[in-house]
């Protein structure tokens, strides 16, 4: 089956812009959990969606937000960007309620110049 | 709050040798332990997990993984490494019945030496 799709894969934005980024989760797969990896503060928990409802969120400000769809597919958006938000944004989807194994997108590449 | 440590940030090993990368957490409540590897420009795929059981786990390839409670502690080991094996290793946890958040160590990166 198919695996966790996330579009873009590269993206270049200015200051001050928006942008929201999109993860398609494995067929039946109810859950999506986003992340961010940056060099200096390495992978950090962004937020969880399960069946459309907000279930975790991590410590970001609220320029962070996102959203699941009834078909389980996920958006993550950024306002007012930062330079310090270029990272690598990871999508995981896992099946059901408890974490027994997440999978991974290959991610998008976010840089702000 | 949980938290996961990563004693080696860079692990250099000669092909064919064995290597050993440590991991260490902290939680108040049971968890799940993950090894995730990640290669250049890619997501992460994960290794192996602890989820109960036999407290020695191993992946396909060779890897094995020992969650030892009472160090707290999931170090992940392979006897024989090979040029593939270069990538970098993240061990997470999750905390049981309370979602799907993974917690992250900083990551070690494995350089696998001819």
């Known amino acids: 089956k198919a695996g966790v799709t996330q579009t873009p894969r590269y993206l270049i934005k200015t200051r001050g812009q928006q942008v929201t980024l999109s993860c398609s989760p494995i067929?039946?797969?109810?859950?999506v959990s986003w992340y961010q990896q940056t060099p200096g503060q390495g992978l950090q928990f962004l937020f969880e969606y399960f069946s459309e409802t907000q279930r975790n969120k991590g410590n970001f400000p609220g320029r962070f937000s996102g959203r699941q769809f009834s078909n389980s597919r996920s958006e993550m958006n950024v306002s007012t960007l930062e330079l310090g938000d270029s990272a690598l944004y990871l999508c995981?989807?896992?099946?059901?309620?408890?974490?027994?194994?997440?999978?991974f997108g290959q991610g998008t590449r976010l840089t702000v110049v | 709050a949980q938290s996961v440590t990563q004693l080696d940030s860079q692990v250099p090993v000669f092909e064919e040798a064995p290597v050993e990368l440590r991991c260490n957490y902290s939680s108040s409540v049971s968890v799940y332990l993950f090894w995730y590897v990640q290669y250049p420009n890619q997501g992460l795929q994960l290794l192996l997990k602890y989820l109960s059981g036999s407290t020695l786990v191993e992946s396909i390839n060779g890897f094995e993984a020992e969650f030892n409670k009472s160090q707290t502690s999931f170090h992940l080991r392979k006897p024989s490494v090979h040029i593939s094996d270069t990538a970098e290793y993240f061990c997470?946890?999750?905390?049981?019945?309370?979602?799907?958040?993974?917690?992250f160590g900083g990551g070690t990166r494995v350089l696998v030496k001819p």
């Open positions: 997470a946890v999750s905390e049981r019945a309370a979602g799907n958040k993974l917690t």
């Open positions: 995981a989807s896992v099946s059901g309620v408890e974490n027994t194994e997440a999978f």
């Open positions: 067929s039946g797969h109810r859950s």
